[in-house]
């Protein structure tokens, strides 16, 4: 088993946001699915529904004091992995241009 340390945002009401982070537990070189982030959360207090299982956004069940639960940012130790597509179209176009010859 190996630990992923999970990096997300709740985001009160009121337009408040709380940087937090949890721990799943995982077999190893395996990413958390939107499921088992929502059982991490669950056990934290947050009673969710996922929004958007391919960008890790949640939303509550009811009626909350927080409005949504955004995943920024997922590390397993050997890897770190983040759900933000314009995050990840934005480092890949940094990385093909340090490829380029000079």
Not at 13 to 19: L, Q, S, T
């Amino acid at each position: 088993m190996a630990e992923c340390i999970v990096y997300f945002e709740v985001h009160d009401r009121n337009g408040e946001v709380h940087k937090l982070r949890g721990l799943v537990m995982l077999e190893e070189g395996r990413k958390p699915t939107a499921a088992e982030v929502q059982e991490m959360l669950s056990m934290m207090g947050y009673e969710t529904r996922i929004a958007d299982d391919k960008q890790y956004v949640y939303e509550p069940l009811s009626s909350s004091a927080f409005e949504r639960i955004i995943v920024k940012k997922m590390d397993n130790g050997e890897e770190t992995f983040t759900p933000d597509p314009m995050l990840k179209a934005l480092a890949e176009s940094m990385m093909e241009k340090n490829r380029r010859s000079i």
